[in-house]
């Protein structure tokens, strides 16, 4: 199993570009979730996923959208970037959510200019 | 939202034993009590987790309050890998079984060799 994989592992974009951070897990999990951590701060929960078709959003939903098309993908779509989305990016995949354990991907360095 | 208080930053010599607190009076009846551990430029992994009775696995022991209102992170001896961020943490009911993980900013073990 590769567990959690996440690509592209750092990026650089300007003010106002758009991208896609990639996440996808091999272990059939049904939650996943999308997590930043900015620096000396610990994560915070930004959108999640219970299954395919089903997101909802977490502490910090703004400017960020995501959908759940398959069990195995997760993406997150920055719209428009700002320089306040500047963070380690994590995602993570759990078998259900209760009282399992979530595997966390090895992050995406993002940093707006 | 339930939350937990940790401690920011604790040392330990290397092979003593490290007690890591963490207080969460707010926590409901059904709320599993989970520890993640970060290492250094790495997404977090788990530790442990328990709901009532005090927890052992091959990482640590978990040791929980009568009344649940606080509980300990235990490693028995701690190594110099076991530097890290470790995180307490609480889940919160969204709706039936489903649940989302809130990260406080954690405890920085630091161990001295």
């Known amino acids: 199993n590769a567990g959690v994989t996440q690509t592209p592992k750092f990026q650089v974009l300007k003010t106002g570009q758009s991208m896609t951070l990639q996440c996808a897990q091999d272990?059939?999990?049904?939650?996943m979730s999308w997590y930043r951590q900015d620096p000396g701060m610990g994560l915070r929960l930004i959108h999640y996923?219970?299954?395919?078709?089903?997101?909802d959003q977490g502490e910090v939903p703004n400017g960020y959208n995501v959908s759940r098309s398959t069990t195995e993908d997760f993406p997150l779509r920055l719209l428009s970037a700002a320089p306040s989305q500047t963070s380690v990016y994590f995602c993570?995949?759990?078998?259900?959510?209760?009282?399992?354990?979530?595997?966390f991907g090895p992050g995406t360095r993002l940093t707006v200019t | 939202d339930a939350k937990t208080t940790q401690p920011n930053s604790m040392e330990s010599n290397e092979e003593e034993p490290v007690h890591l607190p963490c207080n969460h009076s707010?926590?409901?009846?059904?709320?599993?009590i989970h520890w993640y551990r970060q290492l250094p430029s790495q997404g977090p992994e788990y530790v442990i987790h328990?709901?009532?009775s005090n927890v052992n696995n091959r990482m640590a022991s978990l040791a929980i309050a009568e009344d649940r209102k606080s509980s300990t992170l235990i490693l028995h001896r701690a190594t110099l890998r076991d530097a890290a961020v470790y995180y307490c943490?609480?889940?919160?009911?969204?709706?039936?079984?489903?649940?989302?993980?809130?990260f406080g900013t954690g405890t920085r073990l630091k161990v001295l060799a």
């Open positions: 993570a995949s759990s078998y259900s959510t209760g009282g399992s354990e979530q595997y």
């Open positions: 272990m059939n999990h049904e939650y």
């Open positions: 996923s219970v299954g395919a078709g089903i997101t």
């Open positions: 707010t926590i409901s009846g059904t709320d599993y």
């Open positions: 328990g709901l009532t």
């Open positions: 943490i609480l889940r919160d009911l969204l709706w039936a079984g489903t649940y989302k993980y809130i």
